[in-house]
Structures are given as C-alpha cells and as structure tokens.
Nanobody, 120 residues
Framework: QVQVVESGGSLVQPGGSLRLSCAAS????????ASWYRQAPGKQRREWVA????????YYADSVKGRFTISRDNAENTVSLQMNSLKPEDTGVYYC?????????????WGQGTQVTVSS
C-alpha cells in the first residue's frame, strides 16, 4: 500500500529557512509529479504552493515565488521544498500531494502534513 509522508516542519524565526521532504513508500512506488499545499491556522481551504512535474518543470504560487524552491530526487523517491526568507504568513500545515506510480496503479495521495511555524 502506498504511503506519502512529509517531514521537516519546525518552528523558525522570520527570515529563516526550512527544508521539507515528501517521501513515497510502498511496493514499486515512484513519485510521478507532486505539489505542496499549505493550510494556515483558522483557514478551511488548503492553498497551493508549488508543483513539480515528471520532467522537472516547476510552478509556484506568487506568494512564494523567489523564496521557495521545489525539487525532486528520483533515486530517493522524494520531493523537497526549500523555503527561504520565511515570513509569519508562511505558518501552517504543509501537505504533499503526490501522483504515485505503483506496480498496478497510478493514483494521487495526500500526506498527513507537517507543521511549519514562523515566529519570533
């Protein structure tokens, strides 16, 4: 059974950096493409942050462009989000949404989320 797991969330001061990681596990699983979303405190909807395709094309929300970088490591089957110049408004739970190829299926999976708090 495929699982998508995020890691790397933490408390960081404004202006600081964090690197989030998204990993897929399961029989013959491979991340095809993936996006990062975030949900701010008190907000009901998740906000799209960034996306990387199978050909490494990348896309960013205007709010993070120039500060965040999404990348992938196919050998490790992971997708990362490098976040620099963090602002308090970047606070939230960050989720990975991955399109995963497995031995008999291609499906999208959400991870459980990782908390990022930007505060002094």
């Amino acid at each position: 059974q495929v699982q998508v797991v995020e890691s790397g969330g933490s408390l960081v001061q404004p202006g600081g950096s964090l690197r989030l990681s998204c990993a897929a596990s399961g029989s013959s699983s491979a991340i095809n493409a993936a996006s990062w979303y975030r949900q701010a405190p008190g907000k009901q909807r998740r906000e799209w942050v960034a996306r990387i395709t199978s050909t490494r094309s990348t896309y960013y929300a205007d709010s993070v462009k120039g500060r965040f970088t999404i990348s992938r490591d196919n050998a490790e089957n992971t997708v990362s989000l490098q976040m620099n110049s963090l602002k308090p408004e970047d606070t939230g739970v960050y989720y990975c949404y991955a399109l995963v190829n497995s031995s008999d299926d291609v499906s999208n999976f959400w991870g459980q989320g990782t908390q990022v708090t930007v505060s002094s």
